[in-house]
């Protein structure tokens, strides 16, 4: 399909970058909200604009208190609609991340460790990719838990730039295979192949399924994979377009499901760490939306 993620279109990929990167930035803008379930015109507004620009927004509001109708009511303000029934969220499809016991402590988001650079539900079939995330601070840990994030498709630019075969290979329909989960003898989920970088068919936007883990993921055996790997890990540890933040009380992330990588932290049973996870079926604002989005 021609367009801006086609190798062989370098012209719509041109136009594409150089306005993608007229919108890139190195520095975190918070937008102040009221009432995330409840929002004005113009915060609404901002959100999805900063969104349409960098696939991100970051929020500060006064919500403070346990409410897990505040990121279901917030996503629905901005057309997010079908959650993922992860298996380990609660009933609601909402996600309580705290460092928790039983089967949960299993999964590293339930535990204080760190986890490196992924985006969401890589995990998963094609057929419930994960399109955005939000994430919203109840309680931050007594030390730690800084967030990093980086723009999926600025992750693409810099790859694509370096050499367009590191594309290539990432995008791949084999290139990443993480293997069945089985719990005792049952299969809880089959095998997962598919490509890194992957063009939606319905709406023409990248989407990027990745985790940097070392262990139990296949990725294909050959030297431009493995050159290509290399290459994201290290733009992941030192491009200026990462944004480090820590999420306070009543602070979140609204976002593309764009890469994303949190430090470990330390809490107490008076601080116990807790953010509310939602992921979404549905992305927060088209591409299209790009060129009305400009400042
Ligand atoms: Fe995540």
Redesign the pocket.
Known sequence: MPGPFDLEDVQAYREWREEKLSFAATRIEVIELGNPRNLRTSEREALLASCARTNTAIYRSPITHEDKSLPRLLGLQLGLERLDGNYLADDDGISSITPGAGTRGEFI?YTDRA?GW?T?GYYNPASRRIRA?TLHCVRAAEEGGESALMDHELAYILLRDEDPEFVRALSAPEVMTIPPRLEGEALARPAETGPVFSVDEREGVLHMRYTARGVNIAWKDDEPTRAARAALERLLSESPYVVRLRLEPGMGIVCNNVL?ARTAFRDTPQRRRLLYRARYYDRIAARAELKSAAR
């Open positions: 988001p986890i992924h969401d995330m994303h």
